[in-house]
Every structure is written in C-alpha cells, then in structure tokens.
C-alpha cells in the first residue's frame, strides 16, 4: 500500500515538474510573441496585378514614374497596352481575383512575417511589397531586393486550379496561398545565411536545416508539413523512417562526399528522393532538407546559442555537437 502510495506520488511530483516547464514555456513563449507583435511595422500591399490592367496610354507614364523596375526600357509601350487587352492575361486576372479578391488575410500573414524577421534582424527595412502577374513562372514565385519584394500572385491559385494541370504534382502541391510566407521566408533566409558555396553534402544538410529552423523562429504556429511544403503524408513517412534514411547516408558514408549528385538526389524539388531503392517512389522529395533540419534543432535543443551564432557556425561543429540520433 505505502508503495503504490509513493509511486503514485512521484508520478504525482514527476508529472507536475513536466506540467510547470511546459507552463513555463509556454509562457516564455507567450511573452515573447507579444515583444514582436508590439514591433511598429507598417505594410501595405501594392496590388500591380490589378492595377496592371487597367492602364491606358494617358496613364502609362505614371505607372512608369512608380514602378520603373517593372517597365523595361527595351519594351515599347505599344506592346505593354497590347497586353492588359490579351484574353490570357484577361483569363489569369479572373482567376486571380476569384482568389485574391481580398487580400487582407494575406497582408496580415505577410505583416506577422516582417515583425519576426525584424525582431531577429532589427536592421530590416520594411519593403515595398507588389503583387503582379508572372506568367505562372513557379521558378520565380517571389523575389526580393533590399527594398522590393516583388510576388507572382498567380503562382498561388490552389494545387489543382486548371493553369497547373499540365505540371507535376510536386510542383503543383505548393502553388497555394499559404505558400506566399514560406516561400518569402525561404527567400530572406538564403540572403541571411549568404552561403552560396557548400562542398560537402553535411554542409548542405546543415544549410538547409538552418533555412527551416529559421522558419520555426519567422512563422512560428505552422506546421512542420507547410514549412518544408511536405503533405501531411509525406512528413509522416519521413517522420516513420527517420532512422533508416539517416542510416543509408552514414552507411554509405555520403555527409562528406563532394559529389554535386547528391543535391538532386535528396535537396532539390522532386517527385521522389532517390535512394536507388524499390521504395524511392514513396518517399517525398528534398529529404536531405528534412535531416538537416533535425540535426540543427537538436543543435539547438542540446546547446544554448545565439542565433547570430548558430547562423555562422560551420556545419560540422554542428554536427559534432547536436547529438543527433533519429529513434528507430
């Protein structure tokens, strides 16, 4: 009797140790989302795509004198009024707008995002930020300057709208609205970590796992699946096999090849990651990304650091010290 007391008692103490550091987490946590939420940042999108169309010759001059990085020299003006009367840019502004009517939820997202990026990085200037048409140029859904971020809106109309059918469904998957904020938040972090050069396969795991821990710092409340733009099946397969995938590249010892291939296997955008193995095709693309991303969070979880640090930290000091063992 004294015993089952007892242990019932330490399980008593044992879960109400558990209960205040997850309260006390979760109020650090809490505290720290009202700092950047109090961070003054103004934006306001500029929606060109609409505007776009509605040109005439009497105003042309005008959107040249505010948008002169959109109007290039070479392109008479005769061409760009052609084109706000072309029935395809017409058929892609009917589309967008069925989406996009109302941008307001999305300028809210985009404002959360600039307050996170400028709490870890106070010297950001907030950019102007211009939707326009892009085409479906899925390569080059958003690109930012110093000043300018510039979002191919038509790039997000949902995976299965009618303009995306003739692409692959890896593709097409991450061509929803939702994808606006990582894809920009994917786009600020190749600038901050300015590390256009990565010899060793580690290097490049570490990289990429340094772009999505800053997505866990940047869009806090998203889940995994949307940060490395995974279904919610394909990250509970990598979850699943975890231990095997770290497996096969220490067994076949590829953290510290320079072999470029290794990039298209398991880092880039594909159907499939490529084990050469008869279950290549369940697993989910860039599944190099996913470890990586593991290995710097147990970095983080086992050695207090500073972001800058971290940030700047060479990859295989990170490795050495995150202790990274996936459970089998």
Avoid at 21 to 27: K, P, Q
Avoid at 261 to 280: C, H, M, T, W, Y
Wanted: aromatic share 14%.
């Amino acid at each position: 009797m004294f015993l089952s007391v007892r242990l019932h008692l330490s399980n008593y103490v044992s879960f109400s140790i558990f209960f205040l550091m997850l309260l006390f987490s979760c109020n650090k946590s809490s505290q720290l989302e009202k700092e950047i939420e109090a961070i003054p940042i103004k934006i306001e999108v500029e929606r060109f795509d609409q505007e776009f169309m509605n040109i005439t010759a009497e105003t042309l001059p005008l959107y040249k004198k505010s948008y002169p990085f959109l109007f290039p020299s070479y392109i008479p003006d005769s061409v760009l009024l052609a084109r706000t009367k072309d029935p395809i840019q017409k058929l892609i502004q009917k589309s967008v707008d069925s989406v996009f009517g109302d941008f307001t939820d999305e300028e809210l997202e985009l404002k959360t995002l600039f307050k996170h990026i400028k709490y870890y990085n106070p010297s950001l200037k907030t950019p102007r930020i211009i939707t326009v048409f892009s085409d479906v140029d899925y390569r080059n859904k958003v690109i930012i300057t110093d000043s300018i971020v510039l979002i191919g809106i038509d790039n997000y109309l949902g995976a299965d709208h009618e303009f995306y059918h003739s692409f692959y469904k890896y593709i097409r998957k991450n061509l929803k609205k939702d994808q606006i904020v990582m894809d920009l938040s994917d786009a600020y972090a190749d600038r901050f970590l300015n590390q256009p050069r990565r010899q060793t396969f580690l290097e490049e795991l570490i990289y990429q796992g340094k772009k999505l821990v800053l997505k866990d710092l940047w869009v806090p409340t998203a889940e995994d699946a949307l940060k490395i733009g995974y279904t919610l099946d394909e990250l509970q397969w990598t979850q699943d096999n975890e231990f095997y995938i770290w497996q096969y590249f220490v067994e076949n010892e590829l953290l510290f090849s320079t072999d470029n291939k290794l990039v298209g296997r398991f880092i880039a955008q594909a159907p499939f990651s490529r084990f050469n193995l008869e279950l290549d095709s369940e697993s989910p693309g860039a599944i190099g990304r996913y470890i990586g991303w593991q290995i710097v969070r147990s970095y983080m979880k086992n050695n207090p650091t500073s972001l800058i640090e971290l940030l700047q930290m060479e990859a295989q000091t990170i490795f050495n010290k995150a202790k990274y063992k996936p459970k089998k």
